[in-house]
């Protein structure tokens, strides 16, 4: 029978977690032009910074206010109004993100207060300054994320004439997933409107002339126009949920928070809300795309039905990647994730129950956890980001790398697991990584008859 565990060790022992401004980061990358600035010490941007371009391998430019033992104890006020300025004018931004630290809110610096000083003082400055709250304490890289969307949607649209657009609100995905949900929406001939686009600048190309700011994002023109959208999608409940709320409530616009397109039946749930809310219907394309995903899926099973997972990551992340396990006929028996929120397990487990699972649901768990769990009651292939290669070189299974961050292998960020593509893609590595891992499953599948024969002949001298 399924269950819920919290954990209680108030340790985290190998975290599956990043630090909260790296999501606000990740926001403000898919707006044009925006800068984040970083009010902490250097490492609190430096370590952004680091993880993404690993993942990304893209630059990532963030700017710190480099607080010091000095400022520590005298607050960062004069950092902060001199990083602003300096961004100014140097980077010519369209909009400047300003991110708390673990450091800067326990020393109380009131920077939505600083933020009007510099107003006031500046009044030549008119481009949008946010300030997002994002203490490491509190949450993980989800939440910061979250919080930065909430901020946007809160300061930014302002209503209009209608657009005839739709809002997508993606949460935490890969350029991939969002040029997939693109295309998508493409072959239904919808209009979509991202908060926020970081597809291209996180994974663009090499121009002769460098572009100023990195190519592609959401516009803040076209964050203001959000308001006049026909309705609003959230993918992912954890990252952008409340934002879709927001924007929904202040607009009197239609909105919806869906589980993340990943599967059959996620991604139909999504493709079905697009028309209801649009009047387009599903193209032909699509259905062909869900009719492969399908065969797929009943080639694989052969090799998959009764193997046991284990899967870890970022909280919608895992529940989609969960549903598409138990639609492939495996046997979904650990959830892991970081994330504290007793809603997202009490909705896995209703999937759970929904499709007969025997599943542990781990909330505000680590690694060391899931390791522990695995020894105990082994499975078969273990899903999520690098972090859980320890776990697979140690039990001998394979580990199939989706999710953030992702950086032993090359590539990751352009593939997509959302949608019916993005299902093919899923389900092939699954089944790949699982007949690559020598013993377990590879080596029955192709026979080496001239060997076989030499091995029987040997046996039979013997
Ligand atoms: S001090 Fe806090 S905000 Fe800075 S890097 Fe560490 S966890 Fe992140």
Same mark, same amino acid.
């Given at each position: 029978m399924s269950q819920i565990l919290k954990q209680k060790r108030q340790v985290a022992i190998n975290p599956a977690r990043l630090c909260a401004p790296i999501g606000a980061i990740m926001g403000a990358m898919g707006v044009h032009g925006a800068i984040s600035i970083v009010h902490g010490s250097q490492g609190c941007a430096t370590y952004p910074r680091h993880q993404m371009a690993r993942h990304f391998r893209e630059p990532i430019e963030v700017a710190t206010t480099s607080l010091t033992e000095r400022t520590t104890v005298y607050g960062g006020r004069e950092n902060l109004l001199e990083a602003i300025k300096n961004v100014y004018t140097?980077?010519?931004?369209s909009m400047i993100v300003v991110m708390s630290t673990c450091l800067s809110e326990t020393i109380g610096d009131d920077i939505p207060g600083i933020i009007l000083d510099f107003e006031e003082l500046n009044p030549d400055v008119e481009v949008p300054i946010i300030s997002v709250k994002t203490p490491?304490?509190?949450?993980?890289h989800i939440t910061g994320l979250d919080n930065f969307l909430t901020e946007i949607v809160t300061r930014l649209p302002e209503k209009g004439e209608a657009n005839g657009r739709l809002n997508i609100i993606?949460?935490?995905?890969s350029p991939g997933d969002i040029r997939e949900i693109k295309a998508m929406l493409r072959k239904m001939e919808v209009a979509p409107l991202f908060l926020t686009d970081y597809s291209d600048p996180l994974d663009g190309g090499v121009y002769l002339q460098k572009p100023p700011h990195p190519k592609g994002g959401t516009s803040v023109e076209e964050l203001i126009d959000s308001?006049?959208?026909t309705g609003v999608i959230a993918l992912q409940r954890q990252v952008g949920g409340k934002a879709a709320e927001t924007l929904g409530k202040r607009f009197e616009m239609p909105s919806e928070i869906l589980p993340m397109p990943i599967g059959v039946e996620n991604t139909d749930r999504f493709l079905q809300t697009v028309s209801e809310m649009t009047g387009k219907s599903v193209s032909e394309e699509l259905e062909d795309e869900r009719a492969r995903l399908l065969d797929a899926i009943v080639d694989a099973h052969m090799f998959m039905t009764g193997l046991k997972v284990a899967v870890f990551g970022d909280p919608d992340n895992v529940s989609g990647l969960v549903r598409l396990c138990a639609e492939m *006929?495996?046997?979904?028996r650990y959830a892991l994730t970081s994330f504290d929120s007793e809603e997202w397990g009490i909705e896995l487990l209703g999937v759970a129950e929904e499709m007969n699972m025997d599943l542990e649901i781990l909330v505000k768990s680590d690694l060391h956890e899931l390791h522990e769990k695995i020894k105990e009651d082994p499975v078969d292939i273990l899903i999520g980001n690098s972090k859980g290669k320890f776990i697979a070189e140690k039990e001998g299974i394979p580990l199939v790398r989706t999710g953030f961050p992702i950086e032993d292998r090359f590539g990751y960020q352009r593939m997509a697991v959302v949608g019916y593509r993005g299902g093919i893609n899923l389900v092939g590595e699954i089944v790949n990584s699982y007949l690559d891992n020598g013993t377990k *499953?590879?080596?029955?599948?192709?026979?080496n008859t001239l060997l076989e024969s030499l091995e029987a002949e040997d046996a039979g001298s013997r």
């Open positions: 140097r980077c010519h931004p490491s304490y509190v949450g993980t993606p949460g935490w995905v308001a006049n959208s *006929g495996l046997e979904p *499953g590879g080596k029955d599948v192709v026979s």
